[in-house]
């Protein structure tokens, strides 16, 4: 089999046809996200019950720790409910970012053989996460159902919130997977650093501990409208604040166009080193 040619000098292609391309890999889109779904667990003994257990486990450490130990608390809701929301919603926005920028190198063997747009490697591992999550919310209700927290009638408002949540990730995902095969130090930087992000906001500590004159800057943190809107959408009284529906959108929307342009701008050049 020869190998694929990737014309340089060739316009990048529109959104219409990016959109158009996609709906065509949609068979192969649902093959790969079956695969990586599989692949993740095929060597565990537990398999995909770790998709119910990481997050439950990783919410008692953080009770344990902060709960009983430091002494949090949350106002209006049980610390494991607040604490078990924020982990998933950042481990949803963790897990799609890494995916996704690491899927051109992860995929080098099939795309130096083959001509395949290498945003399809990536739109696949959204998805995988999107129904992953999904299976989290089975810890989530559970854990609810103990505490006696009775969810919102907002509730359904969580999916677009979600949906936004991998949107963005998928456009940073996207930007950062050609500057990941060119410098694959970068993976492991990013696994060192994204969860600051999760540190600077909400997750398992109370907003109100912020000192007011620092809270502008963990406004600025995307995540931190995600939490927030998710938590209130999930137990809250309202439809969330209209700041950070506001802020989620416009998140979601700029980071999946510029992570486009930035993928599109730099793929090909990556493509031939790989």
């Known amino acids: 089999m ?6 340089s000098a060739a316009p990048a292609p529109s959104v219409l046809q990016d959109a158009r391309a996609a709906w065509r890999s949609r068979s192969l889109l649902r ?13 565990s003994v537990l398999g995909v ?18 709960s009983q130990v430091f002494r949090f608390a949350v106002p209006g809701v049980p610390y494991a409910v607040f604490v078990l929301a924020g982990v998933l919603v950042f481990n949803c926005f963790r ?8 899927s051109m ?30 299976f989290t919310l089975l810890p989530l209700a559970l854990v609810m159902l103990v505490s006696g927290v009775a969810p919102s009638p907002a ?25 990941v ?10 696994t060192i650093f994204v969860p600051l992000i999760g540190y600077l906001a909400p997750v398992f500590y109370p907003p109100e501990i912020v000192p007011e004159r620092f809270r502008w800057i963990e406004h600025l943190n995307p995540i931190y409208h995600f939490v927030t809107l998710f938590r209130d ?36 050049g990556a493509i031939t080193v790989l």
């Open 31 to 43: 093959v790969l996200v079956a695969r990586d779904i599989v692949v993740r667990y095929k060597r």
């Open 95 to 102: 897990q799609t970012l890494l995916g996704t920028a690491g």
């Open 105 to 134: 190198a992860h995929h080098a063997d099939v795309l130096s053989k083959v001509r395949i747009a290498p945003a399809v490697f990536s739109l696949a591992t959204a998805g995988a996460n999107t129904i992953t999550f999904g």
């Open 155 to 179: 509730l359904p408002l969580v999916v677009p919130v979600v949906l936004l949540l991998v949107v963005f990730a998928l456009g940073l995902g996207l930007a950062l997977a050609p500057i």
């Open 233 to 268: 959408l999930l137990y809250g009284h309202g439809l969330g604040h209209p700041v950070s529906w506001l802020a989620v959108v416009l998140s979601a929307g700029t980071s999946i166009l510029l992570g486009r342009a930035v993928h599109n701008a730099l793929r090909r």
């Open 181 to 190: 095969v060119r410098f694959p130090d970068t993976l492991d930087l990013l």
């Open 49 to 66: 019950w770790w998709t119910l257990l990481n997050p439950l486990l990783e919410t008692a450490v953080l009770w344990i720790v902060f």
């Open 2 to 7: 020869s190998a694929p040619i990737y014309d």
